[in-house]
T-cell receptor
Framework: DAGVIQSPRHEVTEMGQEVTLRCKPI?????LFWYRQTMMRGLELLIY????????DSGMPEDRFSAKMPNASFSTLKIQPSEPRDSAVYFC???????????FGPGTRLLVL | DQQVKQNSPSLSVQEGRISILNCDYT??????FLWYKKYPAEGPTFLIS?????DKNEDGRFTVFLNKSAKHLSLHIVPSQPGDSAVYFC???????????FGTGTSLTVIP
């Protein structure tokens, strides 16, 4: 299995632009998670899906952030408009069920200028 | 509100010695704990876990200890190797309520 796939690996954009991060979970996994990693706060859970349904989005920092999972093999995290403070590494992870071990993708390093 | 805390942002240990990484939590509903290891430019990878019904779990050089009364867990690496140099995150799950949290991480450097 290829593991969790994220794209792009790096993104540099200007403030105000829309950013879309993509994730393909491990086949057969029913839960998908989006995290943001910063130096100050470590890994923060932004949102997670179970069977393609958003369960908890309380970690999404603002309305500028949105996430979708149109099918079991694809999810997006969108930031519109982006701001410099959104600069971070964004990880996607998947697991068989919500309670089980999560497998992480390589992350997307986002820099908003 | 940081429900899982790793109070040491960094730790340096000599090769061959023991590394001890600590993690504290506040929510008594957490019933499953995990340690993840993260190298630069890579996603975290699962290392070892422990259920709240146990107080110790061992896997090779890695042992996790859980003290439920103190709401504290620790990861012991013996003997430490330079390849163990990474950031270690602890995570806690409350299966009822589907809550899970990561700590802020501890950067371990093993000095050859």
């Amino acid at each position: 299995d290829a593991g969790v796939i994220q794209s792009p690996r790096h993104e540099v954009t200007e403030m105000g632009q829309e950013v879309t991060l993509r994730c393909k979970p491990i086949s057969g996994h029913n839960s998908l998670f989006w995290y943001r990693q910063t130096m100050m706060r470590g890994l923060e859970l932004l949102i997670y899906f179970n069977n393609n349904v958003p369960i908890d989005d309380s970690g999404m920092p603002e309305d500028r952030f949105s996430a979708k999972m149109p099918n079991a093999s694809f999810s997006t995290l969108k930031i519109q408009p982006s701001e410099p403070r959104d600069s971070a590494v964004y990880f996607c992870a998947s697991s068989l069920t919500v309670e089980e071990t999560q497998y992480f993708g390589p992350g997307t390093r986002l820099l908003v200028l | 509100d940081q429900q899982v805390k790793q109070n040491s942002p960094s730790l340096s240990v000599q090769e061959g010695r023991i590394s001890i990484l600590n993690c504290d939590y506040t929510n008594s509903m957490f019933d499953y704990f995990l340690w993840y290891k993260k190298y630069p430019a890579e996603g975290p990878t699962f290392l070892i876990s422990i259920s709240s019904i146990k107080d110790k779990n061992e896997d090779g050089r890695f042992t996790v200890f859980l003290n439920k009364s103190a709401k504290h867990l620790s990861l012991h690496i013996v003997p430490s190797q330079p390849g163990d140099s990474a950031v270690y995150f602890c995570a806690a799950i409350a299966s009822t309520g589907n809550q899970f949290y990561f700590g802020t991480g501890t950067s371990l450097t093993v000095i050859p």
